[in-house]
């Protein structure tokens, strides 16, 4: 398992006692790296001052198997995770989650009631969007997923993530189906359409490095990216271009585990950390959106970094918000079993 | 008096015995900890479901044809790796061998040298070589041999080339090992009675170095049954692997359970082929413990 635990994660859970009696506590867990990094100053660093308590950090890359063996033994020591609202749903069916009390939640109820479930709140929202290179279709490149489909109109390579969320939706979208009558997807129309794509699909990425080193070397005039891993390369300097038009909203959700050793706090720090003031901090040190729209009303962040933002209500208007409810679906796991023996064949 | 004579020796023996096991002990302790224990435990997992016995990993063996196809994958890049490195390394291997000691082993450094960078890295430099902007395309498109880049990686081709160049001193240096050891005297009785360089080639050399062959092509074989980063980074999602099918069914579907039965698969196929390669040659023979 690809778990490290930090030092003062152990040493919070063994001091615990003492400690919870000088002064409030939780151990939050997210998946490590720059992303965690940029979390710190944006929102735990904040938060633990504005409350006054302490946040010991913990990161998991895919927190879900350990989330399965901490609950397991009914004491974990995590409070808090950062982690696919995807997690946070099957969770709580599983009995590993709490179930959200709203009421202690203040700050949720300016969040819109698509990007919240009976587990979570969200936390940051990222874009899996249309990338390609300009120096090959100059202006002109291809602004949607049917002219992504379309290979005589756009000649040139072609990745797509070796994943179907968001690449069935694309497909769909692709061949006509209106963006509002997606969900339920139509999955053996969405394999249909991609089969006929497939021969012209010179990748099918597994890794964000790997999209954006695809892009970067030239090797793929165009493919579906998250839009960080993206931005990342443009300001290498490499000739490439994107458009939120038609991209998949995705988020990433705050959720409590369930028997959480600091229940109360845990709950302290969830609302504080999706208010609209904190969440504004976010654009200023990664290219995640606020998982809380109201934060581009609150003037912190310019309007030209909000035309960056996945999140911002302009972009969020032109995109498509990934159905995680379906995803989770008997249906949705069906098709992620489907994916493996299309892309065999 | 007899029996004081026959004891103490049966008590050095006795502790003897014991002091290699004393000996033995850290080693074991580590295979037995860090090897066996978990084997078991993977191979209890393959067949616990719900906190009950299960066969149902296993049965989708026979139901889900994308194991199937994995699979077959999987033993045809094995075969194909394999061949390439039998075809490339063998020369290589017999120059090694009849060369002056000097030379033979300037030619074993050069076969080993690349031994000591990353696996990793060496992925990478193919992707830099063979990719469509790469040196490879870039060469044949201003020399005009092509008009358009071929496509040389993120494909079979290009795990191949690289699985191949990774493999490779595993396939020559069994074959020097054996071809070394063939006295020089009998491929010239050979000619002494007459027989055409090609003729004594194929009726002693050959013959004669079949142990490291067969050793060779064990080894590339299995290595490539098991290979993981390298067809991941090159394969450009198409060249599906038995080992990338155990890390999806962890990754995106947190099977521990189908995962754990994939890899007792394959770890039998590579028991059944090994024991295969045993009746041609000992099992430390491929190993080139002696």
Same mark, same amino acid.
Not at chain 1, 59 to 79: E, F, N, R, Y
Not at chain 1, 269 to 289: E, M, R, T, V, W
Not at chain 2, 159 to 186: D, G, N, R, S
């Given at each position: 398992?690809?778990?490290?635990?930090?030092?003062?994660?152990?040493?919070?859970?063994?001091?615990?006692?003492?400690?919870?009696?000088?002064?409030?506590?939780?151990?939050?867990? !997210?998946?490590?790296? @720059?992303?965690? &990094? #940029?979390?710190?100053? $944006?929102?735990?660093? *904040?938060?633990? +001052? =504005?409350?006054?308590?302490?946040?010991?950090?913990?990161?998991?890359?895919?927190?879900?198997?350990?989330?399965?063996?901490?609950?397991?033994?009914?004491?974990?020591?995590?409070?808090?995770?950062?982690?696919?609202?995807?997690?946070?749903?099957?969770?709580?069916?599983?009995?590993?989650?709490?179930?959200?009390?709203?009421?202690?939640?203040?700050?949720?109820?300016?969040?819109?009631?698509?990007?919240?479930?009976?587990?979570?709140?969200?936390?940051?929202?990222?874009?899996?969007?249309?990338?390609?290179?300009?120096?090959?279709?100059?202006?002109?490149?291809?602004?949607?997923?049917?002219?992504?489909?379309?290979?005589?109109?756009?000649?040139?390579?072609?990745?797509?993530? !070796?994943?179907?969320? @968001?690449?069935? &939706? #694309?497909?769909?979208? $692709?061949?006509?189906? *209106?963006?509002? +009558? =997606?969900?339920?997807?139509?999955?053996?129309?969405?394999?249909?359409?991609?089969?006929?794509?497939?021969?012209?699909?010179?990748?099918?990425?597994?890794?964000?490095?790997?999209?954006?080193?695809?892009?970067?070397?030239?090797?793929?005039?165009?493919?579906?990216?998250?839009?960080?891993?993206?931005?990342?390369?443009?300001?290498?300097?490499?000739?490439?271009?994107?458009?939120?038009?038609?991209?998949?909203?995705?988020?990433?959700?705050?959720?409590?585990?369930?028997?959480?050793?600091?229940?109360?706090?845990?709950?302290?720090?969830?609302?504080?950390?999706?208010?609209?003031?904190?969440?504004?901090?976010?654009?200023?040190?990664?290219?995640?959106?606020?998982?809380?729209?109201?934060?581009?009303?609150?003037?912190?962040? #310019?309007?030209?970094? $909000?035309?960056?933002? *996945?999140?911002?209500?302009?972009?969020?208007?032109?995109?498509?918000?990934?159905?995680?409810?379906?995803?989770?679906?008997?249906?949705?796991?069906?098709?992620?079993?489907?994916?493996?023996?299309?892309?065999?064949? | 008096?007899?029996?004081?004579?026959?004891?103490?020796?049966?008590?050095?023996?006795?502790?003897?015995?014991?002091?290699?096991?004393?000996?033995?002990?850290?080693?074991?302790?580590?295979?037995?900890?860090?090897?066996?224990?978990?084997?078991?435990?993977?191979?209890?997992?393959?067949?616990?479901?719900?906190?009950?016995?299960?066969?149902?990993?296993?049965?989708?063996?026979?139901?889900?044809?994308?194991?199937?196809?994995?699979?077959?994958?999987?033993?045809?890049?094995?075969?194909?790796?394999?061949?390439?490195?039998?075809?490339?390394?063998?020369?290589?291997?017999?120059?090694?061998?009849?060369?002056?000691?000097?030379?033979?082993?300037?030619?074993?450094?050069?076969?080993?040298?690349?031994?000591?960078?990353?696996?990793?890295?060496?992925?990478?430099?193919?992707?830099?070589?063979?990719?469509?902007?790469?040196?490879?395309?870039?060469?044949?498109?201003?020399?005009?041999?092509?008009?358009?880049?071929?496509?040389?990686?993120?494909?079979?081709?290009?795990?191949?080339?690289?699985?191949?160049?990774?493999?490779?001193?595993?396939?020559?240096?069994?074959?020097?090992?054996?071809?070394?050891?063939?006295?020089?005297?009998?491929?010239?009785?050979?000619?002494?009675?007459?027989?055409?360089?090609?003729?004594?080639?194929?009726?002693?050399?050959?013959?004669?170095?079949?142990?490291?062959?067969?050793?060779?092509?064990?080894?590339?074989?299995?290595?490539?049954?098991?290979?993981?980063?390298?067809?991941?980074?090159?394969?450009?999602?198409?060249?599906?692997?038995?080992?990338?099918?155990?890390?999806?069914?962890?990754?995106?579907?947190?099977?521990?359970?189908?995962?754990?039965?994939?890899?007792?698969?394959?770890?039998?196929?590579?028991?059944?082929?090994?024991?295969?390669?045993?009746?041609?040659?000992?099992?430390?023979?491929?190993?080139?413990?002696?």
């Amino acid at each position: 398992m690809r778990v490290t635990l930090s030092i003062p994660a152990i040493m919070a859970a063994l001091l615990l006692p003492a400690a919870a009696a000088s002064a409030e506590q939780i151990t939050f867990v !997210s998946q490590g790296g @720059a992303y965690q &990094e #940029a979390q710190t100053k $944006a929102i735990l660093d *904040p938060v633990a +001052k =504005l409350l006054g308590i302490t946040i010991h950090q913990d990161s998991s890359p895919d927190a879900w198997p350990v989330l399965k063996t901490q609950t397991a033994t009914g004491k974990p020591i995590w409070d808090v995770i950062d982690t696919p609202t995807k997690d946070c749903i099957r969770g709580g069916e599983q009995g590993m989650i709490e179930k959200l009390d709203f009421s202690r939640l203040p700050n949720a109820a300016e969040i819109p009631a698509e990007y919240k479930t009976e587990y979570s709140v969200p936390y940051e929202f990222y874009s899996s969007v249309l990338a390609f290179n300009t120096k090959k279709y100059g202006e002109n490149g291809p602004k949607s997923w049917a002219d992504f489909w379309d290979v005589e109109k756009f000649p040139g390579t072609r990745a797509l993530r !070796s994943h179907p969320m @968001a690449t069935l &939706e #694309a497909a769909l979208l $692709a061949d006509g189906v *209106p963006a509002d +009558k =997606l969900y339920p997807l139509d999955v053996d129309r969405a394999f249909k359409k991609l089969e006929q794509l497939k021969p012209h699909v010179t990748v099918w990425w597994t890794s964000g490095a790997q999209s954006a080193q695809l892009l970067a070397d030239g090797e793929i005039d165009m493919e579906m990216a998250w839009n960080g891993r993206v931005t990342a390369v443009i300001k290498e300097g490499a000739p490439i271009g994107y458009t939120f038009n038609q991209g998949f909203l995705q988020e990433t959700s705050l959720c409590i585990l369930k028997g959480a050793p600091n229940l109360d706090t845990s709950y302290k720090f969830l609302n504080a950390a999706i208010s609209a003031d904190i969440q504004a901090n976010f654009p200023a040190y990664i290219d995640y959106g606020p998982g809380n729209p109201a934060a581009y009303k609150t003037g912190k962040i #310019a309007p030209e970094r $909000a035309a960056q933002m *996945p999140s911002s209500p302009d972009n969020a208007a032109r995109q498509i918000l990934i159905s995680v409810g379906w995803w989770s679906s008997p249906a949705g796991e069906e098709a992620q079993k489907r994916w493996a023996s299309f892309i065999q064949k | 008096m007899s029996t004081s004579s026959v004891n103490p020796s049966l008590a050095h023996q006795r502790r003897e015995r014991r002091l290699v096991l004393l000996l033995l002990a850290p080693a074991l302790a580590v295979v037995g900890g860090l090897l066996i224990v978990p084997l078991c435990w993977l191979a209890w997992q393959s067949v616990r479901q719900d906190g009950g016995f299960t066969l149902a990993h296993y049965a989708r063996f026979l139901t889900d044809d994308v194991y199937w196809m994995t699979f077959l994958q999987t033993f045809r890049m094995a075969f194909i790796v394999t061949a390439a490195a039998l075809i490339l390394g063998y020369p290589v291997a017999y120059v090694a061998a009849g060369a002056s000691r000097r030379w033979s082993l300037f030619i074993l450094a050069m076969v080993v040298l690349p031994f000591w960078t990353s696996v990793l890295v060496r992925a990478y430099a193919w992707l830099i070589l063979l990719q469509r902007r790469g040196l490879v395309n870039t060469a044949l498109t201003e020399l005009g041999l092509v008009d358009a880049p071929l496509t040389l990686v993120n494909n079979e081709f290009g795990t191949i080339v690289a699985t191949v160049h990774i493999l490779l001193p595993f396939m020559v240096l069994p074959l020097y090992a054996t071809m070394q050891k063939i006295p020089p005297e009998l491929t010239m009785a050979g000619s002494s009675l007459g027989g055409t360089p090609l003729h004594v080639f194929l009726r002693v050399f050959l013959p004669l170095s079949m142990p490291g062959v067969v050793a060779g092509m064990v080894l590339v074989f299995v290595l490539t049954l098991g290979f993981y980063i390298t067809p991941e980074l090159l394969g450009g999602g198409r060249t599906y692997m038995v080992s990338m099918l155990v890390s999806r069914n962890i990754e995106v579907y947190n099977e521990w359970g189908a995962a754990s039965s994939i890899s007792v698969v394959l770890l039998a196929c590579v028991f059944f082929i090994f024991r295969l390669a045993s009746f041609v040659i000992p099992f430390e023979r491929i190993m080139g413990a002696r």
